[in-house]
């Protein structure tokens, strides 16, 4: 007989589960096998380095191993299925780590390093669920570059899987280690600022290329590539020089979430947790250039309405890529004092917030939340850390709860996922996030799991 169950880890840093997060338990536990890691996950003394093993080790993931190692962590093995970027990046770890294992398949690793305290997944985004959901099952902590995953199914796997296995995890949006971005959630969810009527965030991504075609054809796979590990759980497709590997991939549907994914779940990171942003109501796509068949357009504009536990009024969110930004009429003090809307902008009843500066009704002049008064009475009460990384390993050795921890980063990804589903499906799409599905599109509904190639496996 099967056991069901839902997570029994509670974490109390917010006070409370999100409402979204909550959302997310309830469809995943139904009718759900009880999840159990096959070994405890470790904890660590204050002090003690941890055994750390790397999936992706080129690009962010050679970053994210360069930060850990800085820490004086135990870099104990290095996949990577590009064997030149392996070589590069075992180099640089060396002079203390000279024993890294090297492998190109994260199964392997994972099956043969069985005592790794945490894994660090930084590879394509169509991989994330897969390697980081194998890593948690047998008891490792995972740290998870953003976005955390390419699907919503994923995203409501990855917390049920981390729930069940009692892991910490950490989504890497690494301005969630700054004392900046931690004043400003302070100060959005003090409720100083009244009622919130807008947010509006752009970017100039994508920098690589989408709104294109798959190219015809085939080119010889490199002799140190290979090709199949990469594909991974995606569909199968030729190799082309250039135009996937590597970050070429991000705009293609079957691997990336492009310019959104890239950037939101950095963007969107701090109003969402400052406004107690929950579920998505409705997501659209109100404008965009030409739609391909397997590549985000070029640019977007995304209009997601998300319920809040700050107002009793949802609060809607614009978001602009491909360099293109909110009209200047949106808010002129702002394309006034800073010429233009780009970057984000809170329009609130009672001011206007860009970055960390802030203009009250009445005033044109902007001035940082240090150098305001209102602001300035706003208690404390989010710890400051010692960056990302830093928090991810603390919390393995006993400290507090990472900030990007999987309550917040599962819910923030899910809505910036939905956002992605909205730049491939025209017109407003409604949302129903305890049954996981849309309400008005069998299009969108395909979009909300990926297609796994056969002989691969997500969970």
């Not at 169509?126 to 194998?134: K, L, Q």
């Not at 047998?138 to 998870?144: A, I, K, L």
């Amino acid at each position: 007989m099967r056991s069901y169950s839902c997570s029994r880890r509670n974490f109390v840093r917010d006070g409370s589960l999100t409402v979204a997060a909550s959302l997310v338990t309830a469809q995943s536990c139904v009718n759900a096998e009880v999840i159990a890691p096959e070994r405890a996950p470790a904890r660590r003394q204050p002090g003690e380095h941890l055994r750390m093993g790397f999936i992706g080790s080129g690009g962010r993931g050679g970053a994210n191993m360069m930060e850990f190692y800085k820490l004086g962590e135990e870099i104990a093995a290095l996949c990577d299925v590009d064997q030149e970027r392996l070589d590069q990046s075992h180099k640089k770890i060396a002079e203390r780590c000279p024993d890294a294992r090297r492998y190109t398949d994260y199964r392997e690793m994972l099956a043969k390093e069985g005592d790794l305290d945490a894994v660090v997944v930084s590879t394509p985004d169509h991989m994330h669920a897969a390697a980081a959901i194998a890593a948690m099952r047998r008891g490792c902590h995972v740290y998870v570059e953003k976005p955390l995953v390419r699907t919503i199914w994923e995203a409501r796997e990855f917390k049920r899987y981390a729930d069940g296995c009692g892991v910490i995890t950490q989504m890497g949006n690494g301005g969630n280690g700054s004392p900046n971005q931690r004043r400003r959630i302070e100060i959005l969810r003090s409720g100083v600022l009244g009622r919130v009527k807008e947010v509006h965030v752009s970017t100039n991504r994508p920098i690589w290329p989408q709104g294109i075609d798959r190219p015809r054809g085939s080119d010889p796979v490199p002799d140190k590539l290979s090709w199949d590990l990469w594909l991974g759980v995606a569909p199968e497709r030729p190799f082309k020089k250039g135009v996937y590997h590597p970050f070429k991939w991000r705009g293609w549907f079957d691997f990336g979430t492009g310019a959104m994914g890239d950037i939101a779940c950095h963007a969107m990171s701090d109003f969402f947790r400052g406004f107690k942003l929950r579920e998505v109501l409705t997501a659209e796509c109100v404008k965009s250039t030409p739609r391909f068949k397997e590549s985000y357009p070029l640019a977007t504009t995304v209009k997601l309405v998300v319920r809040s536990d700050m107002q009793t009024e949802p609060i809607t969110v614009y978001w602009y890529d491909g360099d293109t930004k909110p009209d200047r009429s949106m808010c002129p003090k702002v394309a006034a004092v800073f010429g233009g809307m780009g970057g984000q902008t809170i329009i609130t009843e009672r001011a206007v917030v860009r970055g960390d500066a802030i203009s009250w009704n009445g005033e044109e002049k902007f001035k940082g939340f240090a150098k305001d008064e209102e602001c300035n009475k706003i208690a404390q009460s989010l710890p400051r850390v010692q960056g990302h990384h830093w928090e991810f390993a603390e919390a393995i050795r006993g400290g507090d709860e990472p900030l990007s921890h999987h309550n917040h980063s599962v819910p923030l990804t899910e809505a910036v996922l939905l956002g992605c589903i909205a730049q491939q499906v025209p017109g407003e799409l409604i949302w129903n996030a305890r049954e996981m599905r849309f309400e008005n599109s069998d299009s969108a509904n395909e979009l909300l799991r990926p297609n796994i190639r056969k002989g691969w496996s997500i969970t």
